[in-house]
């Protein structure tokens, strides 16, 4: 007789990006191996796939925040060793935040606060920066920088790659191109996911679909208050000459950012108050359109001036699952009692993988977070009318 494909465990994950992968492992790493990671491509090629990849800790959100440390930590100094994969994760690059008058306060007091938490930043008068950091700028617009000389950004495809292999290796099953086409809803739990290759049940589903939740959530009754915004990045190719490449760099005085790839491009994107709210059909640009040049080039040309001789070299688009205070929402779903959030992470959860994953597998194992108090990201915060929205008016600096 041939063997019976296993079609119940304890634990069903629905979406294999950063996020996903990050329960796997996580649950994996905490002895929990009854579960089943599915995703309908296959794991990392989601929004996880087309992100900047940032990693940086200047969050105005205080748990944000706590998670933002506990992450770089993670990635930058114990990821071979917890994960065991040797394969190189992350970059460090250095990470400026230009702010205006308006925002000097809340930069220092995120400065102060990671220095208790015992992280190298500093705070520059802008001129100071110029000399002491980087010369090849123009701080016209700037009040203060706050400077992150250990941040950097990460390498998604191995990231999410390591997770997937140690969930798999401690027995996780993994099954990627298996689309999930249904919830199965019954009683007030998700007793079933429907897919292209079979039916399985869980007693435990956690939703990390990204951008994509909606599409089941919505038939089975349990629609997130998620918005789907676009966000599209331009590439240059740096000057040969390595000192005038800019380190990481967020601008909220002008509205972008940006970081090196590697030796020889840098990539810039955008900052907005607001998204239009898009359908997310991810792609890639074969030739960025001129609007997109001029968008990007514009502020970046005008905080580096000698980068205008930067030649273009490719551009695409990826998609934010915004909420409406930018943050994520985490935790049970009220509606059906058994379903777990890990979503809403509105431009900024790659660098949070691994908080986000250390939290879920303990909601899962524990009943609540032992390391971050994730209270106030319940679902639940929306109809009270909460906000756990950034202090800058950029909601996705968090
Ligand atoms: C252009 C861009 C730049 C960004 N820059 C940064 C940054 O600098 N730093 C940072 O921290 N974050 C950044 N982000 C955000 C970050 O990339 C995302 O928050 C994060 O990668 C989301 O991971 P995820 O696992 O939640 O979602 P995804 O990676 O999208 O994973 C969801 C998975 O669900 C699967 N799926 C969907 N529908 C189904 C279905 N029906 N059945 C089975 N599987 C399904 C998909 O195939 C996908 O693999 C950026 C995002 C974009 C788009």
């Not at 506990?70 to 230009?98: A, D, H, K, N």
């Not at 491009?265 to 960025?288: A, F, N, Q």
């Not at 929205?389 to 968090?398: A, D, E, L, T």
Request: proline share 6%; with cysteine.
């Amino acid at each position: 007789m041939g063997s019976v494909e296993k079609t119940r465990f304890r634990v069903i994950i629905m979406g294999a990006g950063s996020t996903g992968s990050s329960i796997a492992y996580h649950l994996a790493k905490k002895g929990e191996t009854d579960v089943l990671l599915l995703d309908r491509s296959c794991a990392g090629c989601g929004q996880t796939g087309v992100t900047s990849a940032l990693i940086r800790l200047h969050y105005t959100n205080p748990v944000i925040r706590s998670m933002a440390v506990y992450s770089w930590r993670f990635i930058r100094e114990r990821f071979s060793e917890e994960v065991e994969c040797e394969l190189p994760v992350f970059t460090e690059t250095g990470i400026g935040f230009g702010v205006s008058e308006e925002g000097v306060k809340e930069a220092e007091r995120v400065v102060s606060s990671l220095r208790t938490m015992g992280v190298e930043v500093e705070i520059y008068d802008p001129e100071d920066f110029r000399r002491e950091v980087f010369r090849h700028m123009n701080v016209e617009g700037l009040a203060a920088v706050a400077w992150e000389p250990h941040s950097g950004y990460g390498n998604p495809s191995s990231i999410v790659g390591c997770y997937v292999r140690y969930a798999r290796r401690m027995g996780v099953k993994v099954m990627e191109n298996n689309p999930i086409t249904r919830l199965v809803v019954k009683d007030g739990r998700v007793v079933a996911v429907e897919t292209k290759r079979g039916v399985f049940r869980g007693e435990a589903v956690v939703n990390a679909l990204g951008v994509w939740a909606n599409r089941l959530l919505k038939p089975a009754g349990a629609e997130l208050p998620i918005k789907i915004g676009r966000e599209e990045v331009l590439v240059v190719r740096n000057l040969e000459r390595r000192e005038v490449v800019p380190p990481g760099w967020g601008d909220l005085a002008l509205g972008f950012y940006s970081r090196p790839e590697g030796r020889d491009l840098t990539i810039i994107g955008g900052l907005y108050v607001d998204y239009p709210e898009v359908e997310p059909e991810p792609g890639r640009y074969s030739k960025p359109p001129l609007r997109l040049v001029e968008t990007r080039m514009k502020p970046f040309v005008k905080r580096f001036p000698h980068m205008a001789d930067a030649e273009l070299h490719s551009g695409w688009y990826g998609f934010y699952d915004i909420t409406p205070d930018w943050q994520p929402i985490i935790g049970h779903d009220p509606r059906l009692e058994n379903l777990i959030h890990m979503v809403g992470l509105s431009g900024h959860g790659f660098k949070l993988s691994p908080a986000y994953g250390d939290t879920i597998s303990d909601i899962i194992l524990y009943g609540k977070s032992r390391r971050f108090d994730t209270s106030k990201f319940s679902l639940e915060r929306f109809e009270r009318k909460e906000s756990e929205r950034s202090r800058y008016k950029y909601g996705i600096i968090g």
